[in-house]
């Protein structure tokens, strides 16, 4: 061995103690993220095999492929605590705990008084048939870019209101989707491309929802439009951003025709404006 190459291993032995396997790499964004927001959380590796995992609380949450590496969405709302959010990242032999500010944000507030007639109550089918919608986490990731909106009217009800019912707050209510102010039969769209995997009917069953599509983007992300005159998807169809699913109706719990759109990520309701006008990958 020359002594060029002996001192070449040298440095590199020194090397591996100075910094043992580098690697784990994680960003979070948005960095200043507010209730309502998606937290992504982007990961690389060394190891190709060695898949992450990430913590929040003692909840874990998928981790999925992407273009160079890995991401998790961590879901916010406006029933989280405001404050830091330690989130955990295993990878490569290593953790890193991540400490991140959830900012307070503060939702427009309604007061409903509701009379002696209650409303219809959901059916156990419908609870079952969303229920079962909300837990899907598609591996394939089929949105691109920033979504679309489902409607053309205004927005009429902005994500996360909170509710006073009979002058008591309702502190598990929040607003689940922002709602637009569309006339009875104008055109609903796809906001982003995906999966039709629920079409529900207000004659099945569907009292509280109405006539219900619901959309799987992929990696845990999900649109349900609720209240629906008319449905142009069948289960099992691909949608393109903008194509058309449906006409905006008043069926179920509505008291006037509008779109609901509401967007799950990983099972939690969050704000879809975010996903309108910012890429989320
Ligand atoms: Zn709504």
Do not use: C
């Amino acid at each position: 061995m020359n002594n060029k190459i002996k001192s070449l291993l040298t440095t590199a032995f020194i090397l591996s103690f100075v910094n043992p396997a580098k690697a784990l790499e994680v960003n979070i964004s948005p960095v200043a993220p507010q209730q309502g927001d998606t937290i992504s959380v982007t990961i690389t590796t060394d190891d190709p095999d060695s898949i992450p995992t990430l913590n929040l609380n003692q909840k874990t949450y998928p981790v999925l492929p992407i273009d160079n590496g890995y991401r998790a969405f961590v879901p916010t709302s406006p029933l989280d605590t405001p404050g830091k959010l330690t989130i955990q990242v295993t990878g490569d032999g290593t953790t890193k705990n991540l400490g991140v500010w959830l900012k307070k944000r503060s939702f427009p507030v309604q007061r409903i008084w509701l009379s002696g007639k209650a409303s219809r109550p959901a059916t156990q089918l419908e609870l079952n048939r969303v229920g079962e919608f909300k837990k899907l986490v598609t591996p394939e990731k089929y949105w691109n870019g920033t979504f679309v909106r489902p409607n053309a009217a205004r927005v009429s009800s902005v994500f996360g209101v909170r509710r006073y019912y009979n002058g008591v707050f309702a502190n598990n209510y929040y607003h689940k989707g922002v709602d637009y102010a569309g006339s009875a039969g104008s055109t609903v769209v796809a906001p982003a491309a995906g999966k039709v995997r629920l079409v529900g009917k207000e004659a099945q069953g569907f009292h509280v929802h109405g006539n219900t599509v619901g959309i799987d983007h992929g990696q845990g992300v999900l649109s349900i439009f609720l209240h629906l005159q008319s449905i142009n998807v069948q289960e099992g169809d691909f949608v393109k951003p903008g194509q058309k699913i449906g006409t905006v109706g008043n069926t179920g719990a509505s008291t006037g025709p509008h779109l609901h759109w509401g967007l799950y990520v990983n099972g939690v309701a969050v704000d879809p404006v975010p996903w309108r006008f910012g890429e989320i990958k």
